[in-house]
C-alpha cells in the first residue's frame, strides 16, 4: 500500500512529471556522453557493454513513461523515439576512436526499451489501482 502511494505522488502531478521530463533530460545527455567518449577514458559501467545499454535504455523508458504517462500511443511514440536514440547512437559511435557501430548494441536498446516500458506501465497501474 505504501509503494502504491509514493508511485501515485511520484507520478501523478504535473510538477512530478516535469521532474520525470527533467531526469529523461539529463539522462539523455548521460547516455549520449558516456557513449561518444573515446574508449581510451575509463569509464565506469557493468563490464558488459550490452548490459550497460541494457540498463540505460530501461533507466530511459521509465523517466520517459513517467514523465510522459498516457495513452498507449504516446508510449509507443516514446519507444520509438528512444530506439532512433539509440541507433543515432550507433551511427555516431562509427566515426569516434576506439569505438565501433553494432547491431547487437541496438537490440540491447530495444530489451531495455521494453523492459522500461512494462516495469513503468505495471508501476502506473498499481498506482492507479
Do not use: Y
Not at 39 to 55: C, F, I, R, Y
Not at 85 to 112: C, K, M, N, T, Y
Request: net charge positive; with cysteine.
Amino acid at each position: 500500500m505504501a509503494l502504491r502511494s509514493l508511485i501515485g505522488r511520484l507520478t501523478s502531478s504535473s510538477l512530478a512529471q516535469r521532474g520525470w521530463r527533467a531526469v529523461l533530460c539529463a539522462l539523455l545527455v548521460a547516455v549520449l556522453w558516456l557513449a561518444l567518449t573515446p574508449d581510451s577514458q575509463p569509464v565506469t559501467g557493468t563490464g558488459w557493454d550490452k548490459a550497460n545499454h541494457l540498463l540505460a535504455f530501461v533507466a530511459l523508458a521509465i523517466a520517459g513513461r513517467f514523465g510522459f504517462p498516457g495513452r498507449a500511443s504516446r508510449s509507443l511514440m516514446l519507444a520509438g523515439a528512444l530506439l532512433a536514440f539509440g541507433g543515432l547512437i550507433e551511427v555516431l559511435q562509427a566515426s569516434v576512436p576506439g569505438r565501433s557501430a553494432e547491431w547487437a548494441d541496438v537490440l540491447a536498446d530495444l530489451a531495455g526499451i521494453a523492459t522500461g516500458t512494462l516495469i513503468a506501465a505495471m508501476a502506473l497501474r498499481s498506482a492507479r489501482s
